[in-house]
Nanobody, 121 residues
Framework: QVQLVESGGGLVQPGGSLRLSCAAS????????MAWYRQAPGKQRELVAS???????NYVDAVKGRFTTSRDNAKNTVSLQMTSLKPEDTAVYLCNADVKTTARAPIRGYWGQGTQVTVSS
């Protein structure tokens, strides 16, 4: 019903930058909070950044001052601008969105397939 597709991952040197994008499509009535998570090998999935429909943002302490999330409500997209990347930022980054598919449907969370970010020299 709802698909989230991430793009923009890749290999970058320490100190470099990457921009991730996520586009939501399908049967969408409204989207509430959109968020970026990451999961490194052997570690639990971690919330990196979130942004509400009225543009309130939250970040995990480890990325504050380095990552910025933004969204375009008209296009149902969210992005994550990552700067000053560190090797410990290496992970699969996943997009998440809380979506209502109709006016009467409950809010449900949807996930993208993830995009790999590798920070290495």
């Amino acid at each position: 019903q709802v698909q989230l597709v991430e793009s923009g991952g890749g290999l970058v040197q320490p100190g470099g930058s990457l921009r991730l994008s996520c586009a939501a499509s399908g049967s969408i009535f409204s989207i509430y909070t959109m968020a970026w998570y990451r999961q490194a090998p052997g570690k639990q999935r971690e919330l990196v950044a979130s942004i509400t429909s009225d543009m309130r943002r939250n970040y995990v302490d480890a990325v504050k001052g380095r990552f910025t999330t933004s969204r375009d409500n008209a296009k149902n997209t969210v992005s994550l601008q990552m700067t000053s990347l560190k090797p410990e930022d290496t992970a699969v980054y996943l997009c998440n969105a809380d979506v209502k598919t109709t006016a009467r449907a409950p809010i449900r969370g949807y996930w993208g397939q993830g995009t790999q970010v590798t920070v290495s020299s």
